[in-house]
Nanobody, 127 residues
């Protein structure tokens, strides 16, 4: 059974930093592209960042480029999202997810290509 367990998140002031973690069991991140999405009430899940299964490439939403960084620790089978210079409008529930297909050539930006999801983590950025 595949499980993605998230940790981190919480409350931060505007301009501050937080780091989210996503640990996998039952599926190795080393074989699957992994992404972070975020969602606010009444809205669809929004792509934030993704990392290729082998760690060789990353991709980001334009809104977070230069401020957020996605990375992975292969030994711990964990993916991280470092969020810096955060903005109040980035208050949301953040989710990690892995793709259906192993060793995908290109990291997907649509939630539809992701098969397994973490439980979600609330991030609140106060102004």
């Amino acid at each position: 059974q595949v499980q993605l367990v998230q940790s981190g998140g919480g409350l931060v002031q505007a301009g501050g930093s937080l780091r989210l973690s996503c640990a996998a069991s039952g599926r190795a991140f080393s074989s699957y592209n992994t992404a972070w999405f975020r969602q606010t009430p009444g809205n669809e899940r929004e792509f934030v960042a993704a990392i290729k299964w082998n760690g060789a490439a990353t991709t980001y939403a334009d809104s977070v480029k230069g401020r957020f960084a996605i990375s992975k620790d292969v030994a711990k089978d964990t993916v991280f999202l470092q969020m810096n210079s955060q903005k109040p409008q980035e208050t949301a529930v953040y989710y990690c997810a892995t793709e259906y297909t192993s060793q995908g050539n290109k990291q997907g930006r649509s939630p539809e290509v992701y098969a397994y999801w973490g439980q979600g983590t609330q991030v609140t950025v106060s102004s």
